[in-house]
Every structure is written in C-alpha cells, then in structure tokens.
C-alpha cells in the first residue's frame, strides 16, 4: 500500500467520524456523546438574548405555559415540533455542544462549536477517538482543516485536499442541529411528556419521542441499499430524550442505537462563534503522505 493511500485512509476514516458525529448530534446531535460531557454554562449572553425576535419569545412563552402537559402525558407532535422551533432560526444558527458516543466500552468525545449564520457552515471541533488519540477540525469557507496525532506538528492544521472530501464535506456543510425535526415530524409515532428535570442547575423539560426508522429514512431521501443498511442498524423505530429549557431550546438529547449509547449537551444559542481557517503559520505544508505516491517496499 503506498503512503498516500494510508494517508487517503486516514483523512477519510477521521472526517468520515466527525460527519457521523455531526450528523447525530444534529438528531439530536448534536448535538455531539462519550463519558460526561463538560458541565454547560447558562445561555448568559445579554446580546444572545436580545437578538431574539419579539414574535419568537411570544411564541415560546406561550408554547412552554399554555396547558402544560401533565407527567406520562403524551403531546402533540405538531405542537412539540412547533415548541422546539419557537425560538427561532437565528437563535437556532449557532451554539455549542459536547457530545459523548459510547460503544463496546470505548468512547468518542466531541466538543465545540457550529455557526450556520454564515454563506457556509462553519464548525470548529476537538475530538478524543479511540486508537487516535486527540484529533481537531476546523471547516471554515468551505474548506477543513486538521490535526492529528503523528500526522501534524504540535498545534499545526494540514489542509485536506478538496479531492479526498468526497461526500464527506456535503455531510459536514449540512450539519443543522433542527435538521432532524423535519424526519421526526415525518416519523414520530409519539411524543411524551416525562417531567421536569434538574440538568446542570437549571431546571428542564423531558420528552421522549420514538420515530418509526423507516418513514424518517424515507423523509431524509435515503432508498435503496443505503435505506435498507440504514434500517436494519436502527431498527424499526428508535427512541431519544430530550430536555427543553425554559426558552425552548433542545439542550440536551440522550438515544442508543444497537448498544451505542449517544448524548449530547447544546449551549450558548445565538452567539457568535469566531469559527475561522488557522492562521497562515498555523499552516502545516505537507507531511507524510501527502506528496507523491510511494511504495512502501
């Protein structure tokens, strides 16, 4: 195998790790998924706060006070999809997560951000994976950037080829934590109100909604052997927790799928993130790999 194509290996195993992240945190993620996740601050941001629309805060007022269900009681799927959107799409663009994936007794860590608000999406993430230590991303103006262990010096970035993004880049500039409200809007067979809950301090909303896998995977365009694969990994249907706070937003989800256990902590909604490409000296030009193709022997 030549060294190019061990390093071809590498860039796609890694991003195609941190879209599959994204990607479940974006379920609800996110929001992100391995061991506890770093204690989430309150949303304290008094710009955060402002920008949210007056129409949008009487929404969530009203949504959140208005014949509050009772424990065990179940809810409306529209009215909850319409609760969970109650803050708005500016509010909704930009936050941060820590996510823990656990699986087979090894975990995946995520932490960092997402900003939407932008031409393209822009996320900064550091990552703990198995067998490869701490791994960083950035995509900024629709390129990524990475650092990883043996690959780049201490506190360097290398570029990833536009040609070795593949469908990986398309996966990462959808990365929305709302966009799977449109499956479970699809798919949701039930929506359960489970009570209030202390998280992190503040107290919280739980419902547990279970989705019916394949009409999800139908609403998300998957058919074919992709759909099939997809459906016999998930199940016929799959089940995630969600707190709401007080504005409405989703801060925290929680689902297992096939014994991998995901759960996912969202703050600072609505804030400027400061997602951008490393610095030119953050820059590393080339490592192993990454010229022309060698072989090994």
Do not use: H
Not at 187 to 214: H, I, N, P, W
Not at 273 to 286: F, H, K, L, R, T
């Amino acid at each position: 195998m030549t060294e190019m194509t061990t390093m071809r290996t590498r860039w796609t195993a890694l991003l195609s790790a941190g879209a599959l992240s994204l990607t479940l945190a974006a379920c609800g993620g996110d929001d992100a998924a391995e061991g506890e996740p770093t204690t989430s601050e309150a949303v304290t941001s008094e710009d955060g706060a402002a920008t949210a629309d007056a129409g949008a805060e009487e929404t969530s007022e009203a949504t959140s006070s208005d014949a509050d269900p009772a424990e065990g009681e179940d809810v409306d799927i529209q009215e909850f999809l319409a609760m969970l959107k109650s803050p708005g799409e500016e509010k909704l663009s930009s936050y941060t997560m820590t996510m823990t994936i656990n699986m087979g007794g090894q975990a995946m860590e995520m932490e960092g951000a997402v900003d939407l608000t932008g031409d393209q999406a822009a996320l900064d993430m550091d990552m703990t994976m198995p067998g490869m230590g701490a791994v960083s991303m950035i995509m900024a103006e629709g390129r990524v950037f990475m650092s990883m262990p043996g690959v780049t010096e201490d506190g360097k970035y290398l570029e990833v080829p536009p040609e070795q993004l593949g469908d990986v880049s398309t996966q990462l500039d959808e990365v929305d934590i709302t966009s799977t409200w449109d499956a479970w809007e699809a798919g949701a067979k039930s929506v359960t109100f489970l009570g209030e809950e202390d998280v992190d301090g503040q107290d919280m909303r739980r419902y547990e909604v279970t989705v019916d896998t394949q009409a999800a995977l139908d609403a998300g365009g998957q058919t074919g052997d992709d759909a099939d694969t997809a459906s016999a990994m998930l199940g016929d249907e799959i089940t995630y927790d969600v707190w709401l706070d007080g504005d409405n937003l989703m801060r925290k989800v929680a689902f297992e799928m096939e014994g991998v256990v995901t759960e996912m902590f969202a703050n600072n909604y609505g804030e400027a993130q400061g997602i951008a490409v490393p610095s030119e000296d953050q820059i590393q030009q080339g490592a192993p790999g990454m010229g022309e193709e060698t072989s090994d022997s």
